[in-house]
């Protein structure tokens, strides 16, 4: 099974607004790939929740619960400090500790590496469409 590292913009993309990034989720709970995640990762995707997409308690919790609950959750030992957003090191992070085969991101400071010891990083319409 394909072990994916989701981009925090991913996941809002897919609670907030559907299109595209909510396929890759729904590829997740039918257990066509596995999602790796880590706390960090968790813990960002719940703040953006908050202020982007103004969720409350309750539905960033659900959230929450439901993502840990599709992905497999790695807990990083090893520090990154590849790019200049924090954030983006732990994306990098979660995908080594998590031996991804892909990372799928909408960021240009992801998207710009390309890749990250041998981690595609790919945007949301290429890992769909199979082309990386």
């Known amino acids: 099974m394909r072990r994916i590292v989701l981009d925090t913009n991913v ?8 299109g595209k990034p909510a396929l890759v989720l729904v590829s997740a709970i039918e257990r066509e790939c596995l999602p790796v995640v880590s ?3 968790l813990a960002e995707v719940a703040d953006k929740l908050y202020t982007v997409l103004g969720f409350d308690d309750e539905r960033v919790a659900d ?10 959750v790695v807990r990083p030992v ?3 400090d590849v790019v200049r957003d924090e954030a983006d090191n732990r994306i990098l992070e979660c995908a ?4 991804a085969d892909v990372i799928v ?3 240009h400071h992801l998207l710009d590496l390309g890749s990250y010891r041998g981690i595609p990083v790919v945007r949301v319409a290429e ?3 199979g082309e990386w």
């Open 11 to 18: 996941y809002i993309s897919a609670y907030g607004f559907g």
């Open 39 to 41: 706390p960090a990762i």
């Open 63 to 72: 959230v929450v619960r439901q993502v840990a609950r599709i992905a497999e």
């Open 78 to 80: 090893h520090p990154v």
């Open 96 to 99: 080594v500790e998590g031996a």
């Open 105 to 107: 991101s909408g960021d």
């Open 127 to 129: 890992y769909l469409d």
